[in-house]
């Protein structure tokens, strides 16, 4: 039997006053799923995302986790769930007047009892999980970009979420220290048996850690294909979802291999 999805949305309609950004959007996200929101520019993957995190209302649709109907939650709910959530925006998002370990205890400080030695020894935990340590009194401005992403994602992992969404994690960044991240999602993912939802269209990350995604199209204001993205790469039918997949159609397959599936016990992780 298949196990209840993490996330169900059902007819969602996004949209602006009277400007319908998309419409009809359902799919589901499974337990462990490194979900990708792809599409073309304009059309929507990062409103998506907002809807799906709390700050935007649908104007038609529900978005349920688990059992739960969003929208429909008291606020007192609703912000149980999102603490069950981590977020990593495309610039960080750290507070430039913070070092890096002050940024990854703000959610330990504002949303637990903890004691304050009990927090350090977590913040730099998260740190060193990311590959930070010893980055604790750091301040943003005094790290590179890469660094600075690591240092987002050790706060987003602050209060252990089940759930981490990404808004184009890999913007800024190159080849190399892209492909570093892409890694630590992976890692991050198994150690605390999270699921992963993340905006991109950056080809190589897609096809490096994605298994299941939705494909938004701005001309129709509809999701045009769902799936895992190796799979739509062999089987779509769709011009425009071949042509983002092949950059603009070239039948070559991505050298990236699928990305494992999730690891029923989790591990401890250490990354250099």
Known sequence: MRPQPLI?????????GSFVLQRDLT???Q????????????????????????????AV????????????ASEKHRNQIMRQ????????????SMTLAENVS?????????????IADLVSLKLRLVGLAGFDHFYPSEISGGMKKRAGLARAIALDPEIL?????????????????????LEIRDSLGATVVIVTHELASIFAIGNN??????????????GNPHSLLESTSNRKVKQFLTRGGSEQRPTATPAPALKKHAKDTHIS
């Open 8 to 16: 169900t949305v059902t007819n969602l309609t996004m949209a602006y």
């Open 61 to 72: 649709g529900t978005i349920h986790f688990r059992d739960t109907n969003f929208w429909e």
């Open 106 to 118: 703000l959610p330990l400080r504002q949303h637990t009892t903890l004691a304050r030695d009990e």
């Open 27 to 29: 799919f589901t996200i």
């Open 31 to 58: 337990q462990g799923d490194i979900f990708v929101i792809m599409g073309d520019s304009g059309c929507g993957k990062s409103t998506l995302l907002r809807h799906m995190i709390g700050l935007r209302e649908p």
């Open 85 to 96: 959530c981590g977020i990593l925006y495309q610039s960080s998002a750290l507070l430039s």
């Open 213 to 226: 995604s939705v494909f938004l199209d701005a001309d129709t204001h509809t999701m045009i294909a769902q």
């Open 165 to 185: 969404f990404f808004d184009e994690p890999s913007a800024g960044l190159d080849p190399i220290n892209a492909k570093l991240l892409d890694d630590l999602i």
